[in-house]
């Protein structure tokens, strides 16, 4: 009978330690969502294909700045950022910084 118990003791050690790892896997992985946001500049003074280049360049340098998109065509750029590091004005002002006028939409 002792075996038995400590075999049971044994196996919801080990569940309740998986499920409260996975229970923090799941938590971190939420609080990683919420603090992204995403932002949408219009950009003056493109003139070529190159010039998205630079811009998605500088602002990508910007801390906390995780994803920049820009768009020659429709002369804009967006921006997938960490709120908690950086904001909206920092990151146009890396592009207003290289020539490239950004306009928060």
């Known amino acids: 009978m002792k075996p038995m118990i400590a075999f049971a003791l044994i196996i919801s050690s080990i569940f309740f330690i998986s499920n409260t790892y996975a229970s923090d896997e799941t938590i971190a992985a939420k609080e990683t969502l919420v603090t992204e946001q995403t932002a949408k500049y ?3 003074n493109m003139t070529c294909k190159m010039c998205d280049i630079t ?4 602002m990508e340098k910007v801390d906390g700045v995780i994803k920049a998109t820009v768009d020659y065509d429709t002369k804009t ?3 997938i950022f960490d709120p908690q590091k ?3 004005e920092t990151i146009g002002m890396a592009s207003t910084n290289v020539g490239y ?3 928060s939409m």
């Open 55 to 58: 811009i998605r360049k500088s």
């Open 86 to 88: 950086t904001d909206i």
């Open 101 to 103: 006028k950004a306009t």
């Open 77 to 79: 750029a967006l921006v």
């Open 42 to 44: 219009s950009i003056e």
